[in-house]
């Protein structure tokens, strides 16, 4: 065994041979007896668990440990989609059964808003632009067919004046 990965054992698993891998225990004992670099990182790995061995176990709170348990216990009998839709709309909290249900509906109602008006706009642009090109068609048809100097023009134009 390399010195490399025995010093990746004792990070993993610390410094108590009965903790590492069984298939690598001949080896990492027999390099800890015969290598001096080997027996100092030994030395240092043990006084680390010593440490953790002394520190104090937190206690945790009953009530958190309740509601990891009931989470764990819902989350797996809430398998159907719909009822995981429900779940995240509705919240787990006070705050959260206020805003979610509010963002739930309004965010489609302002995409549908935004979405409405940028088409409306976009057709108010076409029907400008087409009545452009009507008025310049009529134009140039009215000038092909007509001259403003003809008597026809000047007969057309006071009988109009007249009849309005």
């Keep these: 065994m390399e010195l ?6 004792l990070a993993a698993y610390g410094s108590h041979p009965q903790r590492w ?10 390099l800890l007896s015969s290598s001096v670099e080997a027996q100092r990182l030994h030395a240092e790995e043990r006084a680390l668990d010593m440490l953790l061995d002394a520190a104090p176990v937190p206690k945790v709170p009953a009530q958190l440990a ?17 009822q995981w839709l429900l779940n995240w ?12 249900p509010a963002l739930a509906l309004g965010l489609p109602a302002l995409c549908g808003i935004a979405l409405g008006s940028l088409v409306a706009q976009q057709q108010q642009q076409q ?9 310049l ?6 000038s ?9 023009v000047q007969t057309l134009a ?6 309005l």
């Design 89 to 100: 709309l509705w919240g787990s909290s006070q705050a959260e059964h206020w805003w979610r």
């Design 127 to 135: 029907l400008s632009e087409q009545y452009v090109m009507a008025q």
């Design 21 to 30: 891998p069984e298939a690598e225990r001949v080896a990492a004992e027999q």
């Design 66 to 82: 309740q509601r990891i348990v009931s989470n764990a216990r819902q989350r797996k009998s809430a398998g159907d989609a719909m």
């Design 4 to 9: 490399s990965r025995f010093a990746q054992l």
């Design 144 to 152: 092909l067919l007509v001259d403003e100097n003809s008597e026809d």
């Design 158 to 163: 006071s009988e109009w004046s007249e009849w």
């Design 137 to 142: 068609n009529q134009d140039e048809v009215s």
